[in-house]
């Protein structure tokens, strides 16, 4: 029964607080060993899930199954997980060393084990030599990751993490995200973590499930979501999305029906210089410059196209715009929203050329 | 800026007011005590406090405070646990309660435990039959000064609790800890300090009780005085040497505490400073 396939899984969980519903028939599907984010905005039921999980919420109905096994009735305590809570939850009195081995104490760990154990998780995360610190005198990297030995100490089978980041600053969080992604990888543990920002979810995790209102959106690689989006919400959530409503302006898009929104992404899109390409300038459009912003490695222009203000990305080493410049405007797809449903659209002109040539 | 430069008289006329209202309100009657206490000399003074009545009476007044002071550490730490760890229904409801003590006169909480307890209740056949008398006895004595000290020791936890979340109590338990490791390792050492300061408070409010005990109590003496009601016996009997004798015990008792409680209140910052 013990099907790799789907380590963690979750069957059509509700979940209510009093009146309000914070899980609405939840259906998710985690293989062994995946890193797996929880992505979605602020109050859509991230940590409920998290909680329910760990055993720390009970499910309203539905089934939570970890390793073939139905756990709604085993105690968070016996279902193998290590917990990184928001804001870490670190024991204030204690320190750092009995931290870490609160865990293997409760177990009855002997204490020679436990020493080798703890010794071995502070090298893991770099914290040699702050044993005998308490958390107050921990900076916030070094607390997060102390949470993080603390959370592996007794060898748990699932890692769960709430926002295992968000209480670090911007610079931190960067060098962290690599170094928590590395540390699971190379112990190979199946892990979720909860997180509300898309950059993160998209460079850390395996997979990513997004919620919404309750509900999961979709499930899949970055790659995934990204390229087909299943949702309406999903496709203004993940990536930078400009919504276009006269889209059927453009050229060389069909007209869609009359609730139609279109969604642009800068990569769709490309700026050029008058004359600048030969291939495009017959299909392009004209936009005026509006703005430039510098965005370290590349500039961000955005340019007014019949009445849309739109952005694309343009290298340093393209040739200078100005604004107030008219520039020509290629846009490649597009995403069309129609109610529920989203398609991709391609600009007819690339079809028509792929043809002749 | 402008207030503070300007306010060199202002300063010095408020600290003058507090200094000479604390001289009246409570340096004066001290020294009041201390000299009436002492007015018949050493040997009286020694003699009134060695007194056998006196002696039993303050005895009683420790009895009552010990049993004070276990049942409400108890009663507290239970009550703040579980109206800070917990959400259900009625918490509101209990959390208001538990400040009645506040609230009411003594002279009614000790009124109520005679109606509950007295010769017109039900109860008392049931109590009379196992040979249990509560009203004009020792237990009711310590029953109205459990009453009138219960919100000290939760009033305290409370907001130590409710400041420190439920967050490290969860983590715990999910490692496998039970409750009372939890409880030990965890929840202690955060409200040591508010407990320890709490059981101060409980301690010199119950040997000072009045009201509810003097209801309570009978006045036998030697058997149900307490030390404030033995004072106010003697006091009554014109007998000034050995109430402001008795008085001075009390008195010494509350400098102890006051100590105490500074103490306690410095040791509590110091181990704060280190863990938040
Ligand atoms: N104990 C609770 N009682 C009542 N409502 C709750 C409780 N916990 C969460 N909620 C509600 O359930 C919804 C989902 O909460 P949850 O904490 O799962 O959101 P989240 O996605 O983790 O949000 P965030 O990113 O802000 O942490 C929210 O609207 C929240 O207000
Ligand atoms: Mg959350």
Redesign the pocket.
């Known amino acids: 029964m013990s099907d790799n396939a789907n380590y963690v899984e979750l069957r059509g969980i509700n979940?209510h607080?009093?009146s309000?519903?914070?899980?609405k028939d939840i259906n998710i599907q985690i293989p062994k060993g995946r890193l797996v984010a929880?992505l979605?905005?602020?109050?859509?039921?991230?940590?409920?899930?998290?909680?329910m999980i760990a055993g720390l919420?009970h499910p309203d109905s539905g089934e939570i199954l970890i390793d073939g096994k139905v756990v709604n009735n085993i105690p968070g305590s016996e279902r193998g997980i290590g917990f990184v809570f928001?804001s870490y939850a670190l024991f204030r009195y204690m320190t750092v060393y009995d931290n870490i081995a609160f865990g293997l104490r409760v177990k009855k760990t002997p204490e020679n084990e436990i020493k080798e154990r703890v010794a071995e998780l502070l090298k893991l995360i770099n914290c040699e030599g702050l044993e005998k610190r308490y958390p107050s005198q921990l900076s916030g990297g070094q607390r997060q990751r102390v949470a993080f030995a603390r959370a592996l100490a007794p060898n748990p089978q699932i890692l769960l993490l709430?926002?295992p980041f968000?209480a670090i600053d911007a610079k931190v969080r960067l060098e962290l995200r690599t170094w928590l992604r590395e540390m699971i990888t190379q112990i190979g543990i199946t892990s979720i973590f909860?997180?509300?920002d898309q950059d993160e979810a998209i460079e850390v995790a395996d997979d990513i499930i997004v919620?919404n209102q309750?509900r999961v959106e979709q499930a899949g690689t970055p790659q995934e979501l990204y390229a087909n989006p299943a949702t309406p919400f999903v496709v203004q959530f993940i990536g930078n999305s400009i919504p276009v409503k006269n889209y059927d302006q453009f050229q060389y898009f069909a007209r869609g029906g009359p609730d139609t929104v279109a969604i642009l992404r800068p990569e769709f899109i490309s700026i050029f210089k008058k004359g600048e390409s030969v291939q495009f300038s017959r299909s392009a459009e004209e936009g005026v410059v509006e703005d430039i912003i510098f965005r370290g490695s590349n500039l961000e222009i955005r340019v007014r196209l019949h009445d849309n203000l739109i952005s694309a990305i343009r290298s340093i080493n393209d040739p200078f715009v100005e604004v107030g410049e008219v520039v020509d405007v290629f846009i490649y797809r597009l995403f069309v929203v129609d109610g529920d449903r989203v398609t991709m659209e391609y600009n007819q002109s690339l079809k028509r050329e792929s043809v002749v040539i | 800026m402008e207030l503070r430069k300007n306010s060199g008289p202002l300063k010095w006329v408020l600290i003058i007011l507090v200094v000479i209202f604390l001289a009246v309100f409570l340096l004066l009657p001290l020294f009041y005590i201390v000299i009436t206490a002492l007015r018949d000399g050493i040997g009286g003074y020694i003699a009134s406090i060695t007194d056998p009545y006196a002696i039993k009476a303050a005895l009683l007044t420790i009895r009552a405070t010990i049993w004070a002071v276990v049942v409400n550490t108890i009663f507290g730490i239970a009550a703040a646990w579980c109206l800070t760890k917990f959400?259900f229904k009625g918490k509101k409801v209990i959390s208001t309660f538990i400040d009645l003590p506040v609230t009411v006169s003594p002279i009614i909480a000790g009124l109520i435990y005679v109606l509950t307890f007295g010769r017109q209740s039900f109860l008392y056949p049931i109590l009379d039959g196992w040979g249990i008398q509560i009203i004009f006895a020792v237990p009711g004595i310590v029953l109205a000064t459990i009453f009138v000290t219960f919100p000290f020791i939760s009033r305290e936890l409370i907001p130590v609790l409710t400041a420190q979340g439920t967050d490290e109590e969860e983590a715990a338990a999910l490692m496998g800890a039970g409750t009372f490791t939890i409880f030990r390792k965890v929840t202690l050492p955060h409200i040591k300090w508010a407990l320890l300061y709490g059981i101060v408070l409980c301690t010199a409010r119950a040997m000072g009780e009045f009201g509810a005990v003097s209801v309570l109590s009978g006045h036998l003496r030697g058997k149900t005085n307490t030390l404030p009601l033995y004072i106010e016996l003697l006091y009554q009997g014109y007998d000034f040497t050995g109430a402001f004798a008795a008085s001075s015990i009390l008195v010494i008792l509350a400098i102890i505490v006051l100590a105490l409680r500074v103490w306690l209140e410095r040791r509590g910052n110091k181990e704060a400073e280190i863990h938040y």
């Open positions: 979940k607080y009093g309000f519903q914070a899980s929880l979605g905005p602020s109050g859509s039921g991230k940590t409920t899930i998290l909680r919420e928001q709430d926002e968000a909860v997180t509300h919620t309750g | 959400a």
